[in-house]
């Protein structure tokens, strides 16, 4: 069963956090980075993507940029910028988007439940991107990006996190310049920090919805601390990672379009031909096409949208793998018509997420692709019957909205 602790976290004044907030340190580039950073001198981009600070020659996996972000976080603290709450509390971190509001409780995670598959995970991980993470994680002696976990509902979680949003002021609430909203309330309350502890005693299992590549390298760097200290309790910071939990129906899923650069040799015609072996084709015009429901896909090309319904017959409903959207088009048109065989290194691919909307599909297919598909989301559902019996989901199966910020929550290794 899942378990939680409370935490003393690190956190920035209600003065800076606005300032100091910022997207996770894998949806931008250096480059954007860097025009953030500049911006807004605080942005905790400056910690997470150190590299900013320095000489564009600096390798981003240089010794020198995770030596730069340890010293920024101790100089931000040294500076009052952060504070650390002195006892251990659970938070609710709520997120508002076109006024739709998703809460999640903050919280640290057991590395052994991710080693013992209480946390279930549904994507590889990349060794060189691990190995960025965990030199982050060890440098700073800090976890700074929250892991983005989900679990199925549960009604006593839920009362606790709603009296608490009714009767508590928030200590953080601003919206960011992409504006979402962010609100925060600390659960000081000790019955109510053990009740939810408990209750997650009684909850099977916790997903990983979104940062793998973190989770794995959080739990290494606890690993090797534990190595480093053979008479460790378990009751030690790096014996757990920095977590915001969200229930299932609370969070939102957007697809995850593609975009590809070429036929693959094909005329638009034999292209055509080839794709009605397996799907039904559909011309929609030039007005965009969104799917509505599972197995359709849309198709933008040589100016004009379709409308893709796989055949009936291709769909294997037991396989939760192969039953998926994503699945199914890389199954049974982008491996065999396009022969794009692995996705997650085939130049000739890009995937677009959902919240850059359809005319991003239109504006890259009239700048660097020569056709685009939109997809219908990947449900919460469908990661977890994934994750239930251990298989992996394709790359780039699920795009969450909104992001989770860092800088707003940190928790040390060491107190």
């Keep these: 069963m899942a378990t939680i602790v409370p935490f003393s976290a690190v956190r920035p004044t209600q003065e800076e956090v606005k300032n100091v907030a910022a997207l996770p340190y894998d949806v931008v580039n250096r480059e954007e980075a860097k025009a953030i950073v500049q911006k807004q001198p605080n942005s905790f981009l400056k910690i997470d993507r150190a590299e900013v600070q320095l000489d564009d020659q600096v390798s981003t996996y240089d010794e020198q940029v995770y030596l730069k972000a340890r010293d920024t976080l101790n100089d931000m603290i040294d500076s009052g910028v952060f504070v650390r709450d002195e006892e251990a509390y659970f938070y609710i971190y709520q997120l508002t988007m076109d006024g739709r509001k998703q809460r999640g409780l903050v919280a640290c995670s057991s590395i052994d439940d991710y080693e013992n598959d209480i946390i279930k995970k549904h994507e590889k991980t990349r060794e060189a991107k691990e190995k960025d993470r965990i030199n982050h994680v060890d440098y700073c002696n800090a976890q700074t990006g929250p892991i983005f976990l989900a679990y199925r509902s549960n009604q006593v979680v839920k009362d606790i996190i709603n009296e608490i949003i009714e009767h508590t002021q928030p200590v953080y609430d601003f919206v960011s310049d992409d504006h979402i909203g962010h609100t925060v309330w600390v659960i000081k309350d000790k019955e109510k920090i053990q009740t939810i502890q408990s209750t997650f005693e009684t909850i099977q299992n916790t997903y990983i919805a979104d ?205």
């Design 211 to 415: 940062g793998h590549h973190r989770t794995a390298s959080a739990v290494k760097v606890g690993l090797k601390r534990r190595a480093q200290n053979p008479n460790y309790t378990g009751k030690e910071n790096f014996n757990y990672f920095l977590s915001v939990i969200f229930s299932d129906d609370e969070l939102m899923v957007l697809p995850y379009n593609r975009v590809v650069k070429d036929l693959n040799g094909y005329s638009e015609e034999s292209f055509f031909e080839k794709i009605k072996e397996s799907f039904d084709v559909e011309l929609i015009g030039q007005k965009p096409f969104q799917p509505e429901s599972k197995e359709t896909f849309g198709m933008y090309l040589n100016n004009n949208w379709y409308k893709l319904s796989i055949h009936k017959a291709l769909v294997d409903d037991k396989d939760p793998v192969k039953s998926l959207d994503v699945s199914l088009l890389q199954d049974y048109l982008l491996d065999p018509i396009l022969n794009i065989k692995d996705p997650r290194v085939d130049d000739r691919i890009d995937f677009v997420g959902g919240i850059r909307g359809l005319g991003e599909l239109e504006k890259r297919v009239a700048n660097d692709m020569y056709i685009a598909f939109s997809m219908y989301p990947t449900s919460i559902e469908e990661l977890f019957q994934v994750a239930d019996v251990n298989k992996l989901m394709p790359p780039k199966s699920t795009w969450f909205e909104p992001k989770l910020r860092s800088g707003i929550f940190i928790n040390t290794l060491e107190d």
